[in-house]
């Protein structure tokens, strides 16, 4: 079994195919645009990156390490920089993967990340399905962050960083705290 290592952002869109001219350390990317063949199965790899994937409509399976997770509709999970991954689609209408850096998440997010989001440094973290509520909040959430994303202007990773913890008005760090176990 070859394992593809991305040793950063950059790796993944050269393995993916995209233009990539330099580092980076924030992306957000609609799945459906990455993957437009279905049912797709992506290469096996190591990533040193964070990754969030939200999915509206959608279902497929993924592998960390020797853990299989089924997801569905509805559904957000992370997995954390270190492990072997891989993962297949069955069915990609409206999803998006946000992938950020360790040195994103402590220059725009929080100097201490892990102090102050410990979860982060879990091993394994499991699809959560989420409520109709808590659904419509990331997706509003995603939106702004991807319309931002879109932007070039100076403060764009401090606006990012900013609605990635989110904001008083939506759930003080949505997208983080609502990932960690209940």
């Known amino acids: 079994m070859e ?3 991305h040793h950063s952002i950059a790796d993944l869109y050269k393995t993916l195919g995209l233009p990539c001219d330099e580092e980076i350390d924030f992306t957000i990317l609609s799945i459906p645009d990455l993957h437009p063949q279905i049912p797709f199965k992506s290469p096996v ?3 040193d ?3 969030f994937i939200l999915t509206k409509e959608g279902s497929g399976v993924y592998w960390l390490d020797d853990h299989q997770f089924p997801f569905t509709s509805q559904s957000i999970y992370f997995t954390n920089p270190g492990h072997i991954k891989s993962y297949e689609l069955t069915e990609s209408k409206d999803a998006f993967i946000i992938t950020l850096s ?3 998440l402590r220059e725009h997010v929080h100097p201490e990340i892990y102090g102050e989001f410990p979860f982060l440094l879990a091993e394994i973290a499991p699809p959560k399905n ?3 509520t808590d659904m419509e ?4 959430l995603y939106s702004q962050i991807l319309k931002e994303f879109k932007k070039d ?3 764009r990773n401090k606006i990012l960083g900013n609605l990635f913890i989110g904001d008083s008005a939506q759930d003080k760090r949505k997208v ?3 990932l960690q176990s209940d």
């Open 3 to 5: 394992i593809h290592v």
């Open 45 to 47: 790899l190591r990533a």
């Open 49 to 51: 990156y964070f990754s």
């Open 102 to 104: 360790e040195k994103f």
């Open 130 to 132: 989420l409520s109709k």
């Open 137 to 140: 909040e990331f997706e509003t």
């Open 153 to 155: 202007s100076r403060y």
């Open 176 to 178: 983080l705290v609502g």
